[in-house]
């Protein structure tokens, strides 16, 4: 009796290890990805118990980094760069990011440029900006502006679809310089220039800035 237990036992953990094996089999092209990065280096991995082309996690990498440094990219147009990749060799993959902010939360690069955030950022300063639709006044953000491209300021005001974003930096440049007319004379002419401030639709905010 015990034997013949024993034998049932045996041919239902078989049954088993075949079942999970030819699972494993049949789904060895179907894998999972997991980028990791902190807006300025990235990483991608795959978690299959089986190989997986180099090539491919080479082309990943490349395509995941540039993702991550361009500020259109979003975690659904990345995932789809990643499955794109990945159907070319036959494999379709189930896309996983993870930062410093958590899982599915994306990080980009940026530098600030000029002087309007001075002195809580300086020109040049790399800065690392969440991308997030979730962010309230006094907060500081990258937003796309239509002469400017990318612009970093501080949230003064939300007003329904529209956001108006302020320098920190108050201070009035005052600009002379000689202007010479046809008939030889020449004026002097005296320009104020002040920081941007201006108004942005609520689409035009990438993310928050994070890391100062």
């Known amino acids: 009796m015990r034997l013949k237990t024993g034998l049932i036992i045996s041919l239902l953990v078989l049954v088993a290890l075949v079942g999970s094996t030819s699972y494993l089999i049949a789904n060895q092209h179907n894998i999972g990805i997991t980028i990791e990065t902190n807006g300025t280096e990235v990483s991608v ?23 991550v440094e361009d500020p259109n990219s979003s975690l659904d147009s990345i995932q789809a760069n990643m499955q794109n990749i990945a159907s070319k060799y036959n494999y379709t993959v189930e896309v996983k990011i993870s930062s410093q902010f958590g899982e599915d939360q994306l990080p980009m690069p940026a530098t600030v440029k000029g002087t309007s955030m001075v002195p809580t950022l ?40 529209q956001v108006y974003l302020e320098s920190d930096n108050k201070k009035v440049e005052i ?32 993310g928050v800035v994070k890391d100062l």
């Open 122 to 161: 300086n020109d040049g300063q790399s800065i690392v900006v969440l991308k997030t639709a979730d962010f309230k006044v006094g907060d500081i953000v990258v937003a796309h502006h239509p002469d400017y491209k990318l612009i970093v300021k501080r949230v003064g005001k939300i007003d329904g679809d």
């Open 45 to 67: 991995y795959s978690t299959s118990w089986f190989h997986v082309p180099e090539t491919m996690m080479e082309e990943m990498s490349v395509k995941a980094l540039a993702d």
């Open 175 to 206: 600009i002379q310089s000689q202007v010479s007319f046809e008939n030889g004379m020449k004026k002097v002419v005296t320009i104020q220039k002040t920081p941007l401030n201006t108004w942005v639709p609520r689409s035009n905010v990438i």
